[in-house]
């Protein structure tokens, strides 16, 4: 028995009702809408967040020089692209929603994936959206404090504003999600652009002392290996959300075709971006004053830009706002996955009978994201973020490995050569290693915390015999869920997973089936 089969208990009567019902076509269901362009859009609006306008004073604090600095955004948009190679076939070849945790559970089994998941909904997630919420305020504020920083209250209340209108939007419908994402996308790639025009005027000028190698290379602090491997974490957190396309493989139009399209294009342009990006800044910043600034591309409007230079912060504040969104949207669905397969509450696998958006899973995230924005040195945050998802995307591209020899003859639409992973792992390893040796407090927390999902896999899913009072609980809070929510099981599409998944999900409780008819009809 897998472990989803695990969660289904004796109300599945109705449930196989509510089944017929998505099989007949009168449930509601994710449909596949996302493009090649929209699939882009994705890939870069995740990506292009906070990090690019936060993550330079990182990278540059800890790389000790200009130049390392530069090389740093370099090798981690090579090791980033050699990454979503891999993910690309692993994505053809487990079409599934869900992502590296689908990857992980199918490969390794349910106690990896729960973990992968369980860190995912107690860290990674809400710490990259508290991160991006928290930039987009200082963003805001900081025009209002020019000879100080913004107070912290300030800087979370907003950053709190920031994410309930968010949430609310991406409950509200799909398309007014996709149609913010597509506005601020545009916003952020417009800040962007500026500063590398800003950053080849100022070369054309002359201004590139910081460029010259004799000048590039100077310390301005002892070199440390263990500082560079957390200057690569810093760095690393710019070019994440790269795998965000992954988990919401079940809503691409010919997801064989275009998620490994979207991939190629969109990671070398976003590396492009990043790289002319840092030169621009220190065209027009020493690395002593890149460091003493707390919002790094106002700093340099307000250098170049004169009287327009409320233009960047106004910028940037939509880049950010759009990477809050981007990171809702794409959360769900991993949440989505998870609950799928008997990981998490049901609750959170279900869609409104109407609006088709994952209402419960939005506001759970809200929510644990709103915790998380009680901490609000984001450069710590960073720093968790950095070391679990790098711990993760290892162990996922270990499963390549795995799969290739476990499954030689699996059919795969993309074959890479295994070169590329031992690459990523050879790099991964490196900078586990010296984050360790470096941050052995912060990585150990982080350890620490996926490990608690150990307990709670056991306790909660792998227990078959729970007992009766603890099932009916469940199943009546499950029940007030969808009754507050006006949520329903989403109709299963063949491209969900195997035959023998698609017979479990049957098996899934609905108890909201149980009250009435009323959602039969309803369609996206």
């Given at each position: 028995?897998?472990?989803?089969?695990?969660?289904r208990?004796?109300?599945?009567?109705?449930a196989?009702?509510?089944a017929?019902?998505?099989?007949?076509?009168?449930?509601?269901a994710?449909?596949k809408?996302?493009?090649?362009?929209?699939?882009?859009?994705?890939?870069?609006?995740?990506?292009?967040?906070s990090?690019?306008?936060?993550?330079?004073?990182?990278?540059?604090?800890?790389?000790?020089s200009?130049?390392?600095?530069l090389?740093?955004?370099?090798?981690?948009?090579?090791?980033?692209?050699?990454?979503?190679l891999?993910y690309?076939?692993?994505?053809?070849?487990?079409?599934?929603?869900?992502?590296?945790?689908?990857?992980?559970?199918?490969?390794?089994?349910g106690?990896?994936g729960?973990?992968?998941?369980?860190?995912?909904?107690?860290?990674?997630?809400?710490?990259?959206?508290?991160?991006?919420?928290?930039t987009?305020?200082?963003?805001?504020?900081?025009?209002?404090f020019?000879?100080?920083?913004?107070?912290?209250?300030?800087?979370?209340?907003?950053?709190?504003?920031?994410?309930?209108?968010?949430?609310?939007?991406?409950?509200?419908?799909?398309?007014?999600?996709?149609?913010?994402?597509?506005?601020?996308?545009?916003?952020?790639?417009?800040?962007?652009?500026?500063?590398?025009?800003?950053g080849?005027?100022?070369?054309?000028?002359?201004e590139?002392?910081?460029?010259?190698?004799a000048?590039?290379?100077?310390?301005?602090?002892?070199?440390?290996?263990?500082?560079?491997?957390?200057?690569?974490?810093?760095?690393?957190?710019?070019?994440?959300?790269?795998?965000?396309l992954?988990?919401?493989?079940?809503?691409l139009?010919?997801?064989?075709?275009?998620?490994p399209?979207?991939?190629?294009?969109?990671?070398?342009?976003v590396?492009?971006?990043?790289?002319f990006?840092?030169?621009?800044?220190v065209?027009?910043m020493?690395?002593?004053?890149?460091?003493?600034?707390?919002?790094v591309?106002?700093t340099?409007?307000e250098?170049?830009l004169?009287?327009?230079?409320?233009?960047?912060?106004?910028?940037?504040?939509?880049?950010?706002?759009?990477?809050?969104?981007?990171?809702?949207?794409?959360?769900?669905?991993?949440?989505f996955?998870g609950?799928?397969?008997?990981?998490?509450?049901?609750?959170?696998?279900?869609?409104?009978?109407?609006?088709?958006?994952?209402i419960?899973?939005l506001?759970f995230?809200?929510?644990?994201?709103?915790?998380?924005?009680?901490?609000s040195?984001?450069?710590?945050l960073?720093?968790?973020?950095?070391?679990?998802?790098?711990?993760?995307?290892?162990?996922?591209v270990?499963?390549?490995?795995?799969?290739?020899?476990?499954q030689?003859?699996m059919h795969?639409?993309?074959?890479?050569?295994?070169?590329?992973?031992?690459?990523?792992?050879?790099f991964?390893?490196?900078?586990?290693?010296f984050?360790?040796y470096?941050?052995?407090?912060?990585?150990?927390?982080?350890?620490?915390?996926?490990?608690?999902?150990?307990?709670?896999?056991?306790?909660?899913?792998?227990w078959?015999?729970?007992p009766?009072?603890?099932?009916a609980?469940?199943?009546?809070?499950?029940?007030?869920?969808?009754?507050?929510?006006?949520?329903?099981?989403?109709?299963m599409?063949?491209?969900?997973?195997?035959?023998?998944?698609?017979?479990?999900?049957?098996?899934?409780?609905?108890?909201?089936s149980?009250?009435?008819?009323?959602?039969?009809?309803?369609?996206?």
């Amino acid at each position: 028995m897998t472990d989803g089969a695990r969660q289904r208990s004796s109300t599945s009567g109705s449930a196989k009702d509510a089944a017929g019902e998505s099989e007949s076509g009168g449930g509601v269901a994710l449909k596949k809408e996302i493009g090649l362009v929209s699939a882009c859009g994705i890939i870069v609006g995740n990506i292009i967040g906070s990090g690019i306008f936060v993550s330079p004073k990182g990278v540059m604090e800890n790389a000790s020089s200009v130049g390392v600095a530069l090389i740093v955004w370099i090798v981690t948009g090579v090791i980033t692209a050699i990454g979503a190679l891999c993910y690309a076939e692993l994505g053809v070849t487990i079409p599934k929603s869900g992502g590296d945790y689908s990857y992980v559970k199918d490969i390794f089994g349910g106690l990896a994936g729960f973990l992968r998941l369980w860190i995912a909904v107690l860290v990674i997630y809400p710490t990259n959206q508290a991160v991006i919420a928290l930039t987009f305020s200082n963003y805001v504020l900081q025009p209002l404090f020019p000879t100080c920083f913004p107070p912290e209250i300030g800087l979370r209340l907003l950053a709190a504003v920031c994410l309930l209108l968010l949430t609310w939007v991406n409950c509200s419908s799909v398309r007014w999600a996709t149609r913010v994402q597509d506005i601020f996308t545009a916003g952020k790639l417009l800040a962007l652009a500026l500063i590398i025009v800003m950053g080849l005027v100022q070369i054309c000028k002359g201004e590139y002392y910081w460029l010259e190698p004799a000048n590039a290379f100077e310390p301005f602090q002892d070199y440390d290996v263990g500082l560079i491997a957390l200057a690569f974490l810093q760095g690393s957190f710019a070019y994440g959300g790269w795998n965000f396309l992954n988990y919401v493989t079940e809503e691409l139009v010919d997801p064989y075709v275009n998620l490994p399209r979207a991939i190629f294009i969109s990671i070398p342009l976003v590396t492009f971006v990043y790289v002319f990006a840092n030169i621009a800044y220190v065209t027009a910043m020493s690395p002593q004053e890149l460091l003493a600034s707390n919002a790094v591309a106002v700093t340099f409007g307000e250098k170049l830009l004169g009287v327009m230079s409320w233009i960047m912060p106004i910028s940037v504040a939509l880049s950010t706002f759009g990477g809050v969104n981007g990171s809702l949207f794409t959360s769900s669905r991993l949440f989505f996955a998870g609950a799928r397969e008997g990981h998490l509450p049901s609750l959170l696998a279900m869609i409104h009978v109407k609006r088709c958006t994952p209402i419960p899973a939005l506001l759970f995230t809200c929510l644990s994201t709103l915790l998380m924005l009680c901490t609000s040195d984001m450069y710590t945050l960073i720093n968790y973020v950095g070391f679990i998802n790098y711990l993760f995307y290892g162990v996922t591209v270990a499963g390549q490995i795995v799969l290739r020899i476990k499954q030689p003859d699996m059919h795969r639409p993309i074959r890479i050569s295994l070169i590329w992973p031992v690459i990523y792992l050879l790099f991964w390893a490196f900078l586990l290693i010296f984050s360790l040796y470096s941050e052995p407090v912060v990585c150990g927390i982080g350890l620490a915390i996926m490990l608690t999902g150990v307990p709670v896999y056991f306790l909660g899913v792998y227990w078959d015999n729970k007992p009766q009072c603890f099932d009916a609980f469940v199943d009546k809070m499950t029940y007030v869920g969808q009754k507050f929510c006006m949520v329903v099981y989403p109709a299963m599409g063949n491209s969900s997973g195997t035959a023998e998944e698609g017979e479990e999900m049957k098996e899934a409780r609905s108890p909201l089936s149980e009250d009435g008819d009323n959602h039969k009809s309803a369609d996206c």
